[in-house]
């Protein structure tokens, strides 16, 4: 199942789907830079991956500026409704907020601000160009990929469920099969006027008002307001440092600090003294892993209504504190519960020719998101504040004009300065899981970034909107491996060999000489192109 890994001096692009790879190079073979490439490459995705991304989602970029030599991110996830709060759903008898529907889709998408901000500040091609791949493959229409046709058949019923949906997937009643033609011409014209107006058509033109006005019929929360005066964040990156490198994440909202919280734990330990598919370091890995979504689950939401300690928790001293206190119970199986989480994601990567590098992640939330179309936008509304809780003692708690806690969290390592790895994956709750499986393969047992992506790969706790508290590892391990952590007191929970739970990752890595070396999952529909 390996895919094969190009290496490339002048510039490298990494997508999970092929025809979105194909359009990155291609802006860079145009003469755009990574910045004009990545956006290009989000608005395709949103179009060839629609169950996982799209111009109702939200999006994260973590950029390195070759001219300057600076980190920076934007933080494009948007923010709750002024009318949300937790007595609109206590009211209507609701304990919790609906996953799915019309309630669900509460905050304001944020992907397009994001694009617009950063091609403002870095991008180099025309705006209107960026988007003309992504309007060609909605109006023209694509072949269904693998992956598309696999969530098309879980998500059936909320398909059928919505009118314009299933006026799409399943024009003749039955859903559209793998490598027949989707075409998303109300998708394609929404684009246009994004293409053709900027930012202003998205938030206060034209589209914003048929999304309102759509929403609001339909008893949603989403107001005029509420987009007019949305804007996305540019943030400073937070770093750690691990055995020379400095691994750096997006601040909260997003999760980004649990994976440095977990490569802090790691560094009191030889890591590659541990076999890399034993049972010891699936025991090691888990119990780190609930340290830290301990305080992730305590702490995160949006830090401008709760404080969140990230002095304390990034710290080397805590680290060997929550490392000590694993140690002092060998073998013993913490307690961990933590809510479901959707992962409907797409996470790419982009280094040109300068050495501009782009790290960026977008999402709708669930598969399908909200699973709400308004009216003839073409566009599906995330569902991510259906993860806002009503209980006001959570820090989450649902509040106006808040962002949620948000489990996207696209990564770069450095190294001397200058990026040495730019890596991430779809997955929710798996993504920091998975990131430390790639990083943990590339700096401690000295594989590549393909090997690294390849390597059986596990998955702790409650993921894809479903309840569960097991420890779910890919069927290539030897049967002493299950069985062993069985006896420890994992919920051991093996899945198919190459299994899509696990997410799909892209990455970079940029060695000493300048070449890259680019790969794309194996477990999804990617491509890595380099030149």
């Known amino acids: 199942m390996l895919n094969i890994m190009p290496r490339a001096e002048r510039a490298m692009v990494a997508t999970p789907h092929y025809l979105a790879s194909s359009v990155g190079s291609a802006i860079l073979q145009q003469g755009g830079n990574a910045y004009d490439s990545a956006i290009a490459i989000s608005a395709t995705l949103g179009v060839v991956y629609p ?3 799209g111009i109702g989602g939200d999006a994260f970029f973590l950029m390195y500026d070759a001219a300057t030599g600076t980190y920076t991110g934007f933080n494009g996830s948007g923010k709750s409704a002024a009318l949300a709060n937790p007595d609109v759903y206590k009211t209507k008898g609701l304990q919790a907020i609906p996953q799915r529907g019309i309630l669900s889709a509460i905050t304001v998408p944020g992907m397009v601000d994001a694009w617009w901000q950063v091609w403002e500040k870095y991008g180099r091609l025309p705006w209107e160009k960026l988007l003309e791949p992504a309007i060609a493959y909605a109006e023209k229409g694509f072949p269904i990929s693998r992956n598309l046709r696999f969530w098309m058949q879980k998500d059936e019923a909320w398909i059928r469920s919505s009118k314009q949906l299933s006026s799409l997937y399943m024009p003749g009643g039955e859903l559209l099969k793998e490598g027949e033609r989707l075409v998303q011409k109300e998708m394609a014209e929404t684009l246009r006027q994004i293409g053709r107006d900027g ?10 008002k048929a999304v309102v006005e759509s929403m609001q019929k339909d008893g949603g929360l989403l107001q005029e307001e509420d987009f007019t005066s949305y804007a996305g964040e540019w943030v400073k990156p937070i770093s ?24 802090n734990m790691l560094e009191n330990i030889e890591v590659n003294a541990v076999p890399r598919t034993s049972a010891n370091f699936y025991h090691i890995m888990s119990e780190i892993i609930k340290k830290a979504f301990k305080d992730r689950d305590l702490y995160l939401t949006d830090p401008n209504f709760r404080e969140i300690p990230l002095e304390r928790l990034l710290s080397k001293a805590y680290a060997k504190e929550l490392w000590q206190a694993i140690q002092d119970k060998p073998y013993k199986v913490s307690e961990h519960l933590s809510p479901a989480i959707g992962q409907d994601t797409a996470y790419a990567a982009v280094v040109d020719e300068a050495g501009n590098s782009v790290s960026f992640i977008q999402s709708l939330y669930f598969d399908f ?36 806690f948000h489990t996207l969290m696209p990564a770069i390592v450095s ?4 990026p040495y790895m730019l890596y991430g994956t779809q997955g929710g709750e798996g993504q920091p899981q998975t990131q430390l499986s790639i990083l943990t393969g590339v700096l401690d047992y000295g594989l590549s970034i393909q090997e690294a992506i390849a390597l059986p790969r596990w998955v702790y706790g409650r993921t894809w909107g479903e309840d569960g508290d097991a420890l779910k590892l890919e069927h290539r391990l030897d049967d002493d491996v299950y069985a062993r952590l069985q006896s420890w007191g994992h919920h051991v929970e093996p899945v198919n060999a190459w299994d899509g739970l696990m997410g799909q990752a892209q990455g970079i890595v940029i060695d000493e000489r300048g070449f890259m070396s680019g790969a794309a999952d194996p477990r999804g529909d990617g491509l890595a192109i380099g030149w």
């Open 415 to 418: 190294k001397a300065g200058k």
């Open 51 to 53: 169950h996982m991304t």
């Open 240 to 263: 750690s440092t691990y055995r020379g490198y400095d691994i750096y994440q997006m601040p909260p909202n997003s999760q980004g600090f649990t994976a440095l919280m977990m490569m």
């Open 199 to 208: 930012r202003m058509a998205f938030y206060k033109g034209a589209v914003m």
């Open 369 to 404: 998101g909200a699973a709400y179309v308004p009216g003839n936008t073409g566009m599906i509304m995330q569902n991510r504040g259906s993860f806002f809780s009503l209980d006001p003692a959570c820090a989450n708690v649902l509040e106006p004009k808040k962002r949620s």
